[in-house]
């Protein structure tokens, strides 16, 4: 299968500051999503991204469908406790069915 | 919208018991994929449906693992016999058409003993 690979695997930072998280393959991707999970639950998704450069925002997050389509970005600005949870990238090829998830990156924010 | 449904929430059964897992899928949503959520290796895809057909079930670990999907509405996998190398949590994701995300049930919890 492939592999995404996200970064930072964990992070941990201050109410109110800004994150950022990455999300890279070695596969051109067609659409890129992002989804949030929390403890006990399913992953849900946030984001969608169709096209090359495109840029997307849901509230408080801001995801891009990176240029060389082999990567995306999720931004989440003046974070808050509730942002706490895995987020998932997960990439669909020009030729499938299916997505491929990422690794996740694991999210505690301190109040 | 009920979203996607499955049953049971946790499951915990004996080494070599048969286990059957069930999903409803959203109404109208033409594929249903079976995921299986791991610390070790995270969301592995199962298997995958579209108009109830098996479409790639490259993903199914053993021959103790089986899944239907005998109409638009309900979808089973099944582990006979369980061991405790599955145990897991296992998703349920439906989508609508090849343009769209999934939508995931919550899950169920399997451990095996």
């Known amino acids: 299968g492939q592999q995404l690979n996200q970064s930072p695997q964990s992070m941990f930072i201050q109410e109110g500051e800004d994150v950022s998280m990455n999300c890279t393959s070695s596969s051109i991707f067609n659409t890129w999503l992002w989804y949030k999970q929390e403890p006990g639950e399913g992953p849900v998704l946030l984001i969608a991204l169709y096209k090359a450069g495109e840029l997307t925002s849901n509230g408080r997050l801001t995801a891009q469908f990176g240029i060389t389509r082999k990567d995306s970005f999720l931004n989440i600005s003046a974070s808050i406790p509730s942002d706490v949870g895995i987020y998932f990238c997960a990439g669909q090829l020009n030729t499938g069915n299916q997505f491929y998830f990422g690794t996740g990156t694991s999210l505690t924010v301190i109040p | 919208d009920a979203g996607v449904i499955q049953s049971p929430r946790h499951e915990v059964t004996e080494m070599g018991q048969e286990v059957t897992l069930r999903c409803k899928p959203i109404?109208?949503?033409?594929?249903l994929f079976w995921y299986r959520q791991t610390m070790m290796r995270g969301l592995e895809l199962l298997i995958y449906?579209?108009?109830?057909?098996?479409?790639?079930d490259s993903g199914m670990p053993e021959d103790r693992f089986s899944a239907k999907m005998p109409n638009a509405s309900f979808s089973t996998l099944k582990i006979q016999p369980s061991e405790p190398r599955d145990s897991a949590v296992y998703f349920c994701?439906?989508?609508?058409?090849?343009?769209?995300?999934?939508?995931f049930g919550s899950g169920t919890r399997l451990t095996v003993v």
């Open positions: 449906f579209n108009n109830n057909v098996p479409i790639d």
């Open positions: 109404s109208g949503h033409d594929y």
């Open positions: 994701a439906s989508r609508r058409g090849l343009g769209y995300g999934y939508t």
